[in-house]
């Protein structure tokens, strides 16, 4: 398979035509974006991996200033949402957006902008976090670059420049959208388009409310909202979006329900920003509004539900790609683990299960589980299916992507049940009353399992990134017959 | 109709984040901390701890360095004096803890349940934390490390020092990081007991123990040496020859802030509000 044979029909021929006559996407944004993506997935990763040295008592900076774990954690946590998501949501949108609404993004130059911008403020948020300049809102650790309670900039003010740089984002794709706003949108627009102004909305409302007004109680109710908001109507939306883009397209099908894509897309609308005070049950803010975020969390599960019966009965038929096709391998995994996750939400939301496991490590085994096994497995899975795709060479190695699937599915599955494990004995530990220390001293076994866990994880994303870089520089043809074995047809 | 932008961005997208925000951020907001003004930070600085008082004593060196320190550790200085450093101790105390993110491992919300109150004390109601320093709220998320909501008070100045210097030299097998930058090398006064003495109270007379707060510069220590020299009762005159100064490590004045606002914690709540029953 080292040349170009005859493209079978369909999307690659489509894919050509389209390119060769009107180049509607950007190729080399889409390819920034990712490679950005990728990248700043192995920074975060990194500190991740630092951060947990701590607790093994071997973290090798321990005791200089600026690489203080409490300051790398929040770098492991910022990179991932400011760096790797956004940088990998951007690349689909590049992708997406023009070939929805059959219109170019604004503007090329906005783009390198848009680029620059983004990769400056997650820069410039990691090392205002080394120098001390955090800001106590959590996923919004972002530098406000105001000395604090005044207005005198001491830094960089970075949460201004996150405003700017989305509505940049919204001006880019939103053109081609309104553009085309006469015709009716397909599901994935309907993620995209909400996604984009929800960022906005949630970012500002964050970052002024639990900042600057709100204190104490009904600040930790704002700051839920928002930790929920950023989740449930930014990083959910732009993750669906992507699948319902991608996976009909590759399986070469069309969605199985219509009627279950407008129930997903409305009840998330709904329900997800509704669940925001469930991080602070069991506490001062009003009953009502704890029991409305519990009840409207369990109603999200219901959701979740159809959402993955949709995407499981378009898989009906296909199921042969899960094996041939790592890019479905990856958005199915995904899937599996969101509704594990989802399921997991629902029943630890419940009071009598917070009680054990709130303030313990089964909320990062939790948070760990979305952020990475759901919307990082998607962008990767993305990410394996257009690099070939955007730089037109063969993958340098398909096996070293096998290794990357399965090192990382490994790892965070026992990072997973580890940490799962070790919250719900610290749970009842800190129930029984045991001394501080002898909860700490049984927590060492997980937290050491969890540091390998983890350097598996982060040694198949430095493959991965290695297999990215050398398909890049190698130039091998793509061959168009893996888009048939891609979508589960013949071998 | 639920296909076209409008409906998607106007219902969906404004809509429902509206709906969402009036029901868990403005409704909470508008029957608890909306009722009553925020406690400022004169307001919950007003009663001065007796462990800031006595950090003045213990780590002169760093509480010089502290906003209105000088002020507060004059003799005889007024509450007043003592009040305005403390609330801007416990002040840049509150943005260090921010800094560090002692946050993420250490929370300040005690629950009712899985018997908080026991371990860590009472649970505070809305109005306690309708204050300055919990904007941005700092309740935390992780317990890493044990509850501090009523720190404040329960362990000596000298515990957290030697504590936040070398978490394992008072906790041993805690995770804590060290956190050597908020100390800094200075002047101690020592002195060797009376050889007399020593037989009666079964001490080792060869060994110099710290009679005095770290300074930040021997002449400061060298004049409190004088000073305690000249205090000393005659049956430990011997004692006068008996004393130098010697190198330690103290607070800064971030250390010292830290300190200050780690023992100010849980020692303010709201006044019972007006006409009784809460």
Same mark, same amino acid.
């Not at chain 1, 839920?224 to 319902?244: A, R």
């Given at each position: 398979?080292?040349s170009i044979t005859?493209?079978p029909a369909?999307?690659?021929?489509?894919? @050509?035509?389209?390119e060769?006559?009107?180049?509607l996407?950007?190729k080399?944004?889409?390819?920034?974006?990712?490679i950005?993506?990728?990248?700043?997935?192995i920074?975060s990763?990194?500190?991740?991996f630092l951060?947990s040295l701590?607790?093994?008592?071997?973290?090798?900076a321990?005791?200089?200033?600026?690489f203080s774990?409490?300051?790398?954690?929040?770098l492991h946590?910022?990179?991932?949402a400011?760096?790797?998501?956004?940088?990998?949501?951007?690349?689909?949108?590049?992708y997406v957006?023009?070939?929805?609404t059959?219109?170019?993004?604004l503007?090329?130059g906005?783009g390198?902008?848009?680029?620059?911008?983004?990769?400056?403020l997650?820069v410039?948020?990691?090392?205002g976090?080394?120098?001390?300049?955090?800001?106590?809102l959590?996923?919004g650790?972002t530098?406000?670059?105001f000395k604090?309670?005044?207005?005198?900039l001491n830094?960089?003010?970075v949460?201004?420049?996150?405003?700017?740089g989305?509505?940049?984002?919204a001006?880019?794709?939103?053109?081609?959208i309104?553009?085309a706003?006469?015709?009716?949108m397909y599901?994935?627009?309907w993620?995209?388009s909400?996604g984009?102004?929800?960022?906005?909305?949630t970012?500002?409302m964050g970052?002024?409310l639990?900042?600057?007004?709100?204190p104490?109680s009904?600040?930790?109710?704002a700051? @839920?909202?928002?930790i929920?908001?950023?989740v449930?109507?930014?990083?959910?939306?732009?993750?669906w979006?992507?699948?319902y883009?991608?996976?009909p397209?590759?399986?070469?099908k069309?969605?199985?329900?219509?009627?279950?894509?407008?129930i997903g897309f409305?009840?998330?609308?709904f329900?997800?920003p509704?669940?925001?005070?469930?991080?602070?049950?069991?506490s001062?803010?009003?009953?009502?509004?704890q029991?409305?975020?519990v009840?409207?969390t369990?109603?999200v599960?219901?959701v979740v539900t159809?959402v993955?019966?949709?995407?499981?009965?378009?898989?009906?038929g296909?199921?042969?790609?899960?094996?041939?096709?790592l890019?479905i391998?990856?958005?199915y995994t995904?899937?599996?683990?969101?509704?594990i996750t989802?399921l997991?939400?629902?029943v630890h939301?419940?009071?009598?299960?917070?009680?054990?496991?709130h303030?313990?490590?089964?909320?990062?085994?939790?948070?760990?589980?979305?952020?990475?096994?759901v919307?990082s497995?998607?962008?990767?899975?993305?990410t394996?299916?257009?690099?070939?795709r955007?730089?037109?060479n063969?993958?340098?190695?398909?096996r070293?992507?096998h290794?990357?699937y399965?090192l990382t599915?490994?790892g965070l599955?026992?990072m997973?049940?580890?940490?799962?494990?070790a919250g719900?004995?610290?749970g009842?530990?800190?129930d029984?009353?045991?001394?501080?220390?002898?909860?700490v001293?049984a927590?060492y076994?997980?937290w050491?399992?969890r540091?390998?866990?983890?350097g598996?994880?982060l040694a198949g994303?430095?493959?991965?990134?290695?297999?990215?870089w050398?398909?890049?520089?190698t130039?091998?043809?793509?061959d168009?017959?893996w888009?048939?074995v891609?979508?589960?047809?013949?071998? | 109709?639920?296909d076209?932008l409008?409906t998607?961005?106007?219902?969906?997208?404004?809509g429902?984040f509206?709906?969402?925000?009036?029901l868990?951020?403005?409704y909470p907001?508008?029957?608890?901390?909306?009722r009553?003004?925020e406690?400022g930070w004169d307001e919950i600085?007003?009663d001065?701890?007796p462990?800031f008082?006595?950090?003045?004593?213990?780590?002169p060196?760093g509480?010089a360095g502290?906003e209105g320190?000088?002020?507060a550790?004059?003799?005889?200085a007024?509450?007043d004096?003592?009040?305005?450093?403390?609330?801007k101790?416990?002040?840049?105390?509150?943005?260090i803890y921010?800094a560090?993110a002692c946050?993420?491992?250490h929370?300040?919300?005690?629950?009712p349940?899985?018997n908080e109150?026991?371990?860590?004390g009472k649970v505070?109601s809305?109005?306690?934390?309708?204050?300055v320093?919990?904007?941005p709220?700092?309740?935390?998320t992780r317990r890493?490390?044990?509850?501090?909501t009523?720190?404040g008070?329960?362990?000596s100045?000298d515990?957290?020092?030697?504590?936040?210097?070398d978490?394992?030299?008072?906790s041993p097998?805690?995770v804590m990081?060290?956190?050597?930058?908020y100390?800094?090398d200075?002047?101690?006064?020592?002195?060797?007991v009376?050889?007399?003495v020593?037989?009666?109270?079964r001490?080792d007379?060869a060994t110099?123990?710290?009679?005095?707060?770290v300074?930040a510069?021997?002449?400061?220590?060298?004049?409190?040496m004088a000073?305690?020299a000249?205090?000393?009762?005659?049956?430990r005159?011997?004692e006068?020859?008996r004393?130098s100064?010697v190198?330690?490590?103290?607070?800064t004045?971030?250390?010292?802030a830290?300190?200050?606002?780690?023992?100010?914690l849980?020692t303010?709540e709201?006044?019972?509000?007006?006409?009784?029953?809460?």
């Amino acid at each position: 398979m080292s040349s170009i044979t005859a493209s079978p029909a369909g999307d690659a021929a489509h894919d @050509g035509a389209a390119e060769s006559a009107v180049p509607l996407v950007a190729k080399n944004l889409v390819k920034l974006h990712l490679i950005a993506s990728i990248l700043w997935m192995i920074s975060s990763m990194t500190w991740g991996f630092l951060a947990s040295l701590q607790f093994l008592h071997a973290y090798p900076a321990e005791g200089i200033e600026w690489f203080s774990f409490g300051r790398i954690r929040l770098l492991h946590t910022n990179e991932i949402a400011y760096g790797c998501l956004v940088n990998g949501f951007i690349g689909c949108l590049y992708y997406v957006v023009p070939r929805l609404t059959g219109r170019k993004v604004l503007s090329a130059g906005l783009g390198l902008l848009v680029f620059w911008v983004w990769q400056f403020l997650t820069v410039a948020t990691s090392v205002g976090q080394l120098l001390g300049k955090t800001q106590a809102l959590e996923w919004g650790e972002t530098p406000t670059g105001f000395k604090p309670g005044t207005f005198e900039l001491n830094y960089i003010p970075v949460d201004f420049l996150i405003e700017v740089g989305a509505v940049l984002v919204a001006l880019q794709f939103m053109t081609p959208i309104v553009k085309a706003m006469k015709e009716r949108m397909y599901v994935s627009l309907w993620y995209i388009s909400a996604g984009i102004v929800w960022l906005i909305l949630t970012y500002v409302m964050g970052n002024t409310l639990v900042e600057w007004n709100f204190p104490g109680s009904s600040g930790a109710a704002a700051s @839920g909202l928002y930790i929920h908001d950023l989740v449930g109507l930014f990083v959910t939306p732009m993750g669906w979006g992507m699948m319902y883009f991608f996976v009909p397209i590759i399986l070469r099908k069309p969605i199985w329900s219509h009627a279950l894509s407008v129930i997903g897309f409305w009840s998330l609308a709904f329900f997800y920003p509704l669940n925001g005070v469930h991080h602070y049950l069991l506490s001062s803010i009003p009953m009502s509004v704890q029991y409305g975020a519990v009840i409207s969390t369990m109603a999200v599960e219901i959701v979740v539900t159809t959402v993955i019966v949709n995407f499981f009965g378009t898989m009906w038929g296909r199921g042969r790609a899960i094996h041939s096709n790592l890019t479905i391998r990856w958005f199915y995994t995904g899937m599996i683990l969101y509704f594990i996750t989802c399921l997991q939400c629902a029943v630890h939301t419940t009071l009598s299960v917070q009680k054990v496991i709130h303030f313990t490590d089964w909320v990062p085994g939790h948070a760990h589980l979305v952020m990475l096994g759901v919307f990082s497995f998607w962008i990767i899975g993305m990410t394996q299916w257009l690099w070939p795709r955007m730089t037109g060479n063969e993958w340098y190695s398909r096996r070293l992507n096998h290794w990357q699937y399965w090192l990382t599915l490994i790892g965070l599955f026992t990072m997973f049940v580890d940490l799962l494990a070790a919250g719900v004995i610290h749970g009842y530990m800190l129930d029984a009353l045991s001394p501080w220390m002898d909860i700490v001293r049984a927590m060492y076994p997980f937290w050491l399992l969890r540091t390998i866990a983890g350097g598996m994880i982060l040694a198949g994303q430095i493959l991965f990134f290695w297999n990215l870089w050398k398909t890049a520089r190698t130039p091998k043809p793509y061959d168009h017959r893996w888009d048939l074995v891609d979508a589960g047809g013949a071998a | 109709m639920m296909d076209r932008l409008t409906t998607v961005l106007g219902v969906g997208g404004i809509g429902c984040f509206a709906v969402a925000f009036l029901l868990s951020g403005a409704y909470p907001y508008a029957i608890t901390d909306g009722r009553e003004p925020e406690a400022g930070w004169d307001e919950i600085a007003k009663d001065v701890s007796p462990d800031f008082k006595d950090m003045a004593v213990r780590f002169p060196g760093g509480f010089a360095g502290l906003e209105g320190g000088p002020d507060a550790a004059k003799a005889g200085a007024p509450e007043d004096a003592w009040r305005a450093a403390y609330a801007k101790a416990i002040r840049r105390g509150r943005d260090i803890y921010i800094a560090e993110a002692c946050w993420h491992c250490h929370s300040q919300y005690v629950r009712p349940v899985a018997n908080e109150d026991i371990r860590f004390g009472k649970v505070r109601s809305s109005r306690d934390d309708n204050n300055v320093a919990q904007r941005p709220v700092l309740w935390g998320t992780r317990r890493v490390g044990p509850d501090l909501t009523h720190e404040g008070g329960l362990r000596s100045n000298d515990w957290h020092a030697a504590h936040l210097l070398d978490p394992q030299s008072t906790s041993p097998g805690s995770v804590m990081p060290r956190y050597e930058w908020y100390f800094a090398d200075g002047w101690q006064v020592a002195r060797r007991v009376d050889p007399a003495v020593a037989a009666r109270e079964r001490l080792d007379p060869a060994t110099a123990r710290a009679v005095s707060g770290v300074y930040a510069s021997e002449d400061e220590a060298k004049a409190e040496m004088a000073r305690i020299a000249a205090s000393l009762p005659d049956e430990r005159s011997s004692e006068k020859t008996r004393m130098s100064v010697v190198r330690a490590k103290g607070p800064t004045p971030d250390g010292v802030a830290v300190l200050a606002y780690l023992q100010w914690l849980g020692t303010w709540e709201a006044p019972p509000k007006e006409g009784g029953a809460e």
